[in-house]
Nanobody
């Protein structure tokens, strides 16, 4: 089970750090990722990371502003978000896959999802 936290309301230009805690060892997940979905829009892949944090992939929309990281000993995935914009307002989800051949921001690659945490930027 994946449980997100850290969402909230923030002014434009501000920062937030999202966390995704797992009830099992996240070291077993070869790939983990963050997605978001705004009302009326499709789910968007933002960032993904491999098992040991040595490789990451970002969507152009967040590159340079968001940083994905994971702590396998703490069983937690993180998303550090800075320079937030109103367009970043959405519900943010973490996702995980036991196996993945390569890093991808496609939602179909991930079988395990959290319930999401809301981020509102005004």
């Amino acid at each position: 089970q994946l449980v997100e936290s850290g969402g909230g309301s923030v002014q434009a230009g501000g920062s937030l750090r999202l966390s995704c805690a797992a009830t099992e060892s996240i070291g077993s997940f070869r790939c983990m990722a963050w997605f978001r979905q705004a009302p009326g829009k499709e789910r968007e892949g933002l960032a993904t990371i491999d098992r040991f944090g040595s490789e990451t992939l970002y969507a152009d929309s967040v590159k340079g502003r968001f940083t994905i990281s994971r702590d396998n000993t703490d069983n937690t995935l993180y998303l550090q978000m800075s320079s937030l914009e109103p367009e970043d307002t959405a519900r943010y989800y973490c996702a995980a896959a036991f196996s993945c051949r390569f890093l991808s921001l496609s939602a179909s690659n991930f079988a395990h999802w959290g319930q999401g945490t809301q981020v509102t930027v005004s």
